[in-house]
Nanobody, 122 residues
Framework: VQLQASGGGLVQAGDSLRLSCAAS????????VGWFRQAPGKEREFVAA???????YYADSVKGRFTISRDNAENPGFLQMNSLKPEDTAVYYC?????????????????WGRGTLVTVSS
């Protein structure tokens, strides 16, 4: 499975962006889909995830501002990001893994794609 995140860009603080995650090679039926981000000089960190059963999880730093969704068809995942802050600036990656995997450790996800850069100016 190959994943590709898209939708990043340069925005101002307070703006919104919607990231998409496309999959090729296999439909992600039964998978958990997660979003991670990595800012320059920092570790990759968990942002949000959605299990196949629809349960959603968020990092405290984005709760109430970001919404993860999936349509369980061709597009495994979306991340709606509202009220963006400069500290949200990072490369955002989508990932997929087993249905019951631990949500937060990025090492537990089997499939990754190229990220998309989100830059939020103050």
């Amino acid at each position: 499975v190959q994943l590709q995140a898209s939708g990043g860009g340069l925005v101002q603080a307070g703006d919104s962006l919607r990231l998409s995650c496309a999959a090729s090679g296999r439909r992600l039926i039964g998978y958990t889909v997660g979003w991670f981000r990595q800012a320059p000089g920092k570790e990759r960190e968990f942002v949000a995830a959605v299990r196949w059963n629809g349960n959603k999880y968020y990092a405290d730093s984005v709760k109430g501002r970001f919404t993860i969704s999936r349509d369980n068809a061709e597009n495994p995942g979306f991340l709606q990001m509202n009220s963006l802050k400069p500290e949200d600036t990072a490369v955002y990656y989508c990932a997929a893994g087993a249905a019951s995997l631990p949500i937060r450790p990025f090492a537990r996800y089997d499939h990754w794609g190229r990220g998309t850069l989100v830059t939020v100016s103050s």
